[in-house]
Structure formats: C-alpha cells, structure tokens
C-alpha cells in the first residue's frame, strides 16, 4: 500500500514507552502533563513538531494507471503485435478486431476496479470526531485531528476513542475494542497498574483510538497520537506488506511466454519448409503471419475478463463484492480459509440461551440475536414462572436499550444487558408495576451491578454479576419456590460445566424487605440462578464448514476470544474436533520465538487460535504460506488488517471497518461464511471456464497448424490463403469463445480438491485434450484436401472452399466438447448457454451465407458448393463429438478406477 506523503502526519521514532505499567505520575512525567491539562500555545507547538492526530490515505490509482496496468497483460502485448502484422497482411479486419478485443478488455478492467476502489474509505474517518478537552484549564469541544500528546480528555457513553490513551480516572467503564482485540465482550476499565508484559486485551488503564465508549465515564490524557497510536502501528505493518499476485496472474504470464515460443517456432520451420520448396516470398509472408495471428489465442484476454466478470457479478448476488477481478479466481484457489470467529461464523449478537437454577431445572430459549422472536421452553415438570422470575431481574437490573423502529430492532448499551432485554420480550415481561429508586451500576472492580426497586411500597434490591461475586453477597438459595441453605460448591460445579460448553455465565439474585437504600445493604440475598449466554452460530456456517472440507479446504479460526468460548464453537461446527487443535497467544510467541521450522510445525497441528495479537494472527498467516497453503483470511476490524493484506485473498467484513474493508481484495456484505464458500464455488468455476475457453482456441489454432504442415509436407498446395486463415480465425473465435466464459458450474466442482497454484493454465490434462481433439480435427481435414487435391484432382478453389468450411464446422462443433473436460456434453442442457448455442448455429449458418454469395465469396477466394456438399461436410464434422465423448468415458473410467479426482 503506497502512502500519499503528508508533512503534517510524522511517525515519531523514538524508544517504546509502556503507559500501562507505569503509575499515574509517570504518565505525567513522560507526557510532560498534568492534571489541569497543556495551554492552547503549548498544544500548538507540540502539534507543528508532532503532526495531526490522522492517519494518511491511501494513493488513489488514477484511470491512467489502471488502464495502464490492464494493458501491460502479457497476452495483450503479444496481441498488440499481432495486430501490427495483420495491418502488414492487409488483414484489416482481424487487425481492427484485435484492436477491439483489447480495447473492450481493458476498458472493462479500468471500470470494474475504479468502482470497487470507492468501496472504502480512508482510515481517518475512524477517528474523526469531536473530542471533550481540557485546555488552558477550562473544558471545550476540539478537532480530533488536534489532539496531541499530553491532552487531557474526558469520555462518557457513546463516545468513539480518538487517541491512544491512559486513564486516569473512571467510573462503570466499559469499551468495546473488537476491532482492535477481536473479542466479542465489551472490555472492563479501571485505573489499576499492569504488568509491562500485558496483552494488548489485558491492558485495562487503557484507551485506544477506534475504540468506543459503552458505558460509564473517563478521564484520560493523551500518550499517542496518529502513526503511533497502535492504529498507526497496524497501518505502517500493512503498508510493508508487499501485494501478492494472484494464480491467475502468474497462469496466464507463464502461458503467454509458451504460446510465444510455440508460434515462433512453428512459424519458422513453416517459412523454411515453402521458401525451400520454391513458392513465392510474398505468398509465404503473409502465409506464415497470418497462419501466426491465427494460432495466437487473442480472444483469451477478453474471455477472461468476461468470465472473472461473469463470475463478480454472481458473486455481488451471494453478497460478495470483489475489488479486483484475479481476486474472483484466487478465491477459487485457496486451500486454507482463516476465519474471524464473531460476526462471521456467529451474529455477533450476545443471546440468553439456558437458564439454570439452582436444583438444576433448566430452561433452554429458542432464537437468536437482539429480538423477541424465540421461546423458553420449560420441561414436563419445570414451572415457567421462574424462568420468569429470574428475566425479570435482568430487565430491571439494565441499562441498555432494545426497541423496534420502522420494523427493525435497535439497540444500545451493554450486550449482555441488551441480550436480558431481548430475554424479557420473549418471556412477555412488563416492568410499568415496578418503581426504580436507586442503581449500582456495574464495575470492574465490584464485578456486579444492583437496583433497588419497590413493588407495593416494599423495598427490593437484584443484583447480577460474575458468579463469584453473586455468592459472596448471598446467604441462601431459592429451590423449588422453598429458601433452602446456599450450596455454594455446587453452584460453582454447576458454573464451571456451563463455561466448558462455551457459554457466558451470569448470576443473579434477589433481596427483600431492604430497609435502606445503602449498597452496605446489599447482604444475604436470596440466589436465584444463572443465565448462560452464547453469541449464536449461524445457521449456515455448519453446512458451509462441512463444503469446505469437502472441496478440500481447511477451515482455521482465528479469533480474541477465550479459549473456551472458541473451542466450544469450533467443536459444534467442525473446525476442531479435540482440544490439542487449539491453543492461544501465548504459545502462538513462544513457538514463534523457536524458529521458523519449530513454529510451522506447530501451526500445522493446530486450528484454532485465540486470544492473539494482530502481529501473531500475521505470523500465522505467513507460516501457513511457507508451508504451501493458498490462504484466504477473514476480518472485520483493524486488528485483521495487517493479515488481510498479506494473505493471498483478503476478504473484510461488511460492517468491519474502513481499514479492513480498504486492505481487502473482497468484501462479504452480510459477514456470512457461508457466502465465502459460495464465492469459492464461483472462482472455481471462472478458472473453469478460462480452461474451456483456452481449450477451445488451443485445440482449432493446433488443427490448423497441423493441416498445414502436413500438407506442406508432402508438397501440396498452400491449403488456406492468408485471408481465409484469418476468416476462419474471425468466425470460429468470434464469440463462441466469449460464450464459454459464461457456463454454469458443474455440479461436482465443490467436491474436488483446490487446483495447484503452481500448476501451469496449459496444464497436462489440457495438453492432452488439445492434442487429441486438435490431431483429429488437423487429419481430417488434411485428409479430405489430400483426397481432394491429389486423388479426385479437384479444382483448387473448390477444395478450398470446401476445406475450409469443414475446418469451421469442426471447430463450431468442437466447442460443444469444451463445455467440460470430464462430462458428456450429452448429459449437460443444451439451452443452459444460450449464448453459447446461438454463437454456435450464427457462426456455421453466416459461412453458409457467405459461400453462396458470389461476391462474398470471391472476395474470400472461395466459390460456391452444392448443399449435399455442405450437408455432407456437416455430418463429417460431428465425429469430432463422437471422439471426444470416447476420449471422455476413458478418462471417467480411470477416474473411478484409481478412485482420484481431477481439479475442478
């Protein structure tokens, strides 16, 4: 990533300091701060020596360049020079068509990626804000942009974080940093110190610019600002990234290197083989470059293109936009996928989905996500009312806000607090009968929050919160609507057997008859039960994990959240099957500090990894390339950045970030992996097609080459003029090779193992196919002129019509075959490429056309035949099917033998 030069945006190399561990004098000390906060002329020096608190955009590629670029295609260039030798020939109108084609096919190219450019936004508008600031010791609204170092700024609910900060006072302080940790809970603040080691997750005294603001209130001052804010760090990581180039990419430069030589030479032993034989100089120059423009395939480019737009297009309808075109094959090539856990493989929605008391009554709740739409399902001998108890608790005992506004709910605050409201609406709960006279609002520290509440004029208080802390303030337990004796191990069994299944664990309780509303007052209350909490799968993500490894595609999960909570989703949706598959962070830098061999040995066993760091999820991701792997990674926030950018398919979120979205090659709108999976489908079948495409123009180009060296070789006259050879060219590659690009995916394609990326586009199994249905077709049509020519002694211009117009045919009929390499192309619709078929029947009834129009004709060197000529060379034609569905049943045959499969 190129980075437009600001003069007001400075990295600021000096040596790390650790804010985290020092204590809140230090801060001051090494900020040069205090608490009243800098004057505006103190603030204004530091900001013209420190620069602006903003991120620099990213280079806009100009049209220009763009163009450029598309142009600078290798097969494009060897076309531009084939376009040169047929305006030598004369050959006008295959010259404009070349033209043509590479004028369409850059132009579509420039259009596709000038629009997915404008897909992002700059990395600035994360941080763009106003921010509440103490400056010469009065408070006022500030620029984001003009924070600097040492600023003092104050925080409430809602507030988006501009700065890398370090608190230094709070009260019920909650942020939500996923897009910087990855961890889908809010992240609990406190003054308190930490160690200098402390994770970036772990790093509680701390604020950190992109993050926001979900409760409670802030005082914190300014330690970094701009490129040296932990944003900045990650946009600095990306830009050193280098881009990778995709398969496709690679394919067609290596492809265009062997078509080169391959016409070269053919072209000079043709040159050599007529200039010995006597005939004329000019007749074999434009003999040889015409036959030369003619084997090029120069309706390559634009058929890729058309494909990988085909394919885009598809692909924007399963939600995926692609901002590249190579990015759609290079989808189709990965190997590994390495997913984000929240919001792609689950909502990303906190959901309330068992309630347990304490005698061990369950009631599970259907639904998923922030609405009413679920149930609580009691069993045969439960009693609803307490489950209805224990939701209504956590409605009272709440802050957050879930309504429903032009038929779509809304929310905000807290996600558990959000997830009891949602709880509440499935249960029909209604708290007009209840007063609120004093809240405790939660904090770190206290690890629960508390109301008190009256209910005809009697006081009450419930208090929820880490289990723990819930039994610290209780002196009995509710069971079976009797007051027994608080169990507390039991509860803490019962706790534990909940967190292994991955759910979040919330406790609560309730008092009577509180005489004052002092939170000294809150003691020996009665425990009700526990809630246990899961952000919910989604529904598709089991079934697309299960495609994955079908089409051979190992499915990783790297993600911020416990280990637990990770292993338990992973497990019920396939990507990990015992707990040695997962570990975390911190073996992540352990084996990573042992060397390459010893880390990539250790990456290759696991397949979940949580609690990491952006730097470790890149280490991961550049060990999965070392080992061979095609990777594809997911993200939505601006830790993912740097591994996004540095995998061979980046993929962001729709609701991720600007960063992510603006690092991506591709972004999935809904946050689904299940449209990941179908986007896969969709690149495999654009490399498909290509391979049709480039079978069909290899297999007529070498049929063609082939009829003439051997008719040169037994002496036989020049079979095709120059402006026959480049008609035939026109008429057969015209569209049909177009067409192709748009076939449907076979229904095996998802079932195959991904196609080496190493692996060349004329590959073995493709050479195969060219040559037999190219050898076939050359000796059949060197067959008839033979046996025109030298046994019937037939009239030149008459077997060359006639030739040549089966030369056409069996192409025409040949691209019938291409429709798949393995499948009978009886067992695929005809109709399902309409495109295909009317290019197919347009191309054979114009030559018909033209052969019995005189002038038409002439102008060809051709002549007019008889229609049992043509009906005759029509049926002959057909045979080219008939050997290729024998060559086909062979290759299934061995297929099902050796029990492999080929690549898609």
Not at 248 to 263: G, Y
Not at 802 to 808: E, G, H, Y
Request: hydrophobic share 45%; glycine share 6%; charged share 20%.
């Amino acid at each position: 990533m190129k980075l437009k030069s600001n003069k007001k945006n400075i990295k600021i190399e000096k040596e790390k300091i650790f804010y985290h561990s020092l204590n809140i004098e230090e801060v001051f000390t090494a900020t040069n701060s205090g608490l009243e906060g800098l004057t505006t002329v103190e603030a204004e020096n530091r900001l013209a020596k420190n620069g602006k608190n903003e991120l620099p955009q990213k280079a806009k590629k100009s049209i220009l360049t763009i163009l450029l670029r598309e142009l600078s295609n290798p097969i494009i260039i060897l076309l531009l020079f084939a376009s040169v030798f047929s305006f030598i020939t004369n050959a006008l109108i295959d010259a404009f068509v070349i033209i043509g084609i590479i004028s369409i096919d850059a132009i579509i190219g420039t259009v596709q990626e000038k629009r997915a450019e404008n897909i992002a936004d700059s990395l600035m508008d994360l941080i763009k804000i106003q921010v509440k600031v103490l400056r010469d010791s009065e408070k006022g609204l500030l620029g984001s942009k003009n924070l600097v170092v040492g600023d003092i700024v104050f925080l409430e609910s809602g507030d988006k974080i501009s700065a890398d900060m370090r608190i230094i006072d709070c009260k019920n302080l909650k942020v939500d940093e996923s897009l910087l940790t990855g961890e889908s809970a809010n992240a609990e603040k406190n003054i308190n110190f930490c160690e200098k080691s402390a994770h970036l997750s772990e790093r509680k005294n701390m604020l950190y610019a992109g993050s926001s603001v979900i409760t409670g209130r802030a005082m914190a001052v300014v330690v970094e600002t701009g490129f040296n804010t932990e944003i900045g760090n990650i946009a600095e990581k990306i830009a050193s990234v280098k881009d990778e180039k995709s398969p496709l990419a690679i394919r067609i430069k290596k492809f265009s290197k062997q078509i080169t030589v391959a016409v070269a030479i053919v072209a000079l032993v043709i040159f050599a083989v007529l200039y010995f034989q006597g005939n004329n100089f000019n007749l074999i120059f434009l003999a040889v470059i015409a036959l030369a423009v003619s084997a090029i395939p120069e309706g390559l480019p634009l058929a890729v293109t058309m494909a990988l737009s085909v394919a885009s297009n598809k692909m924007s309808k399963v939600n995926v936009v692609v901002k590249n075109l190579n990015a759609v094959e290079s989808l189709g090539s990965c190997t590994v996928i390495a997913s984000d856990k929240t919001g792609t493989l689950t909502l990303n929605e906190q959901t309330a989905k068992l309630i347990v008391l304490p005698d061990g009554e369950e009631f599970e709740i259907t639904g998923s996500g922030y609405n009413n739409e679920g149930k609580v399902l009691p069993n045969a001998k439960s009693n609803l009312a307490h489950a209805e108890e224990i939701g209504l608790m956590g409605v009272l005992n709440n802050e957050a806000k879930l309504y429903k506004k032009n038929n779509e709910f809304k929310n905000f605050g807290d996600s558990i607090d959000v997830a009891f409201l949602s709880l509440g609406m499935k249960l029909g709960l209604d708290k007009k009968d209840y007063t609120l006279t004093e809240r405790i609002s939660y904090e770190s520290e206290k690890k629960y929050s508390a109301v008190f509440y009256q209910k005809d004029n009697q006081n009450y208080c419930t208090a929820k919160g880490s289990i723990e802390k819930i039994i610290s303030l209780c002196g009995k337990m509710k069971m079976n609507d009797k007051i027994v004796e608080l169990d507390k191990n039991n509860l803490i069994k019962m706790h534990e057997k909940l967190a292994r299944k991955g759910f979040r664990v919330i406790a609560l309780a309730q008092g009577e008859h509180i005489s004052e509303l002092l939170e000294e007052n809150i003691s020996d209350l009665t425990f009700l039960g526990m809630v246990g909490f899961i952000d919910p799968i989604r529904n598709e993500s089991k079934n697309a994990v299960e495609n994955c490894y079908k089409a051979g595609i190992k499915v990783v999960m790297i993600t911020g959240d416990h280990p637990l909570t990770a292993y338990a989703i992973a497990k019920e949706i396939g990507v990990a099957k015992n707990k040695n598959q997962i570990t975390n962070g911190t073996e992540v830098e352990k084996y990573f500090n042992l060397g390459e061999i010893a880390f990539d040995k250790f990456i290759k066993t696991k397949t979940v990894f949580s609690r990491v760091t952006p730097i470790e999820k890149l280490n991961i991701v550049n060990s999965l390339k070392r080992m061979g792997e095609f990777v594809a990674v997911t993200g939505d926030g601006v830790n993912d950045a740097p591994a996004i950018k540095t995998a061979h398919i980046g993929i962001a979120m729709g609701s991720g970030t600007d960063v992510a979205k603006e690092t991506a090659d591709m972004i999935i709108t809904d946050d689904n992996f299940n449209s990941i999976v179908q986007g896969v489908k969709e690149g495999r079948n654009a490399y498909s097609n290509i391979r049709k495409v480039t079978y069909f123009l290899l297999s007529g180009a070498f049929a063609e080459i082939l009829f003439f060296l051997f008719s040169i070789a037994i002496n036989l006259p020049i079979p095709l003029l120059a402006i026959q050879l480049l008609w035939i060219n026109i008429i057969t590659n015209g569209l049909q090779d177009i067409a192709l690009s748009f076939e449907k995916a076979e229904k095996n394609i998802m079932q195959e193992k991904p196609r080496s990326t190493k692996e060349s586009l004329f590959s073995k199994s493709l050479f195969i196919e060219v040559g037999v249905s190219g050898l076939f077709m050359g000796l059949l049509v060197f067959g008839v002129w033979f046996y025109l020519i030298d046994i019937l002694q037939m009239e030149e211009i008459y077997a060359r019509s006639l030739t040549m117009a089966l030369m056409i045919f069996l192409e025409n009929f040949q691209g019938f075959n291409c429709r798949s390499e393995t499948e009978s192309v009886f067992s695929i619709p005809i109709f399902s490429n309409k495109i295909f078929f009317v290019s197919v029947i347009s191309a054979i009834v114009l030559q018909i056309i033209i052969m019995e129009i005189d002038s038409l004709s002439t102008l060809l060197g051709l002549t007019s035949v008889s229609y049992f000529d043509m009906l005759l060379l029509l049926a002959l034609s057909t045979v080219i099917v008939v050997v290729m569905e024998l060559y086909k049943l062979v290759i299934r045959k061995h297929r099902k033998q050796s029990k492999t499969k080929y690549a898609y």
